[in-house]
């Protein structure tokens, strides 16, 4: 009897567990203090394709993100990110 409790005690605290880790908010969301613009979203598009990683992202295949030429492209698509107006 003790057994078939402990048992039913664990499997609550598993299915407990397993519904709060699906209801955890993940860092990938947008911030809702920072509404989008269409003027924010034009430059952020014109930024990444001055950076070059359009090009990129653009091919069949997925980039190889670890290669010198996509990390090149990366730092510059940043650089010009900072230098946008806020």
């Known amino acids: 009897m003790l057994t078939r409790q402990m048992l ?8 407990a567990h397993a519904a709060t ?5 993940t860092p990938a969301q947008p911030s809702p ?4 613009t269409r003027e ?3 430059q952020d598009l014109d930024a990444w394709v001055k ?8 091919r069949e295949e997925t980039p ?4 010198a030429e996509y990390q090149r492209r990366l730092a510059r698509y940043h650089e010009l ?3 946008q107006p806020h």
């Open 8 to 15: 039913l005690a664990a499997s609550a605290l598993l299915i």
């Open 21 to 25: 880790a699906q209801t955890a908010p």
């Open 33 to 36: 203090n920072a509404p989008l």
């Open 40 to 42: 924010a979203v034009q």
């Open 51 to 58: 950076s070059g990683m359009a090009e990129l992202t653009r």
């Open 64 to 67: 190889d993100t670890n290669s």
């Open 81 to 83: 990110r900072r230098q």
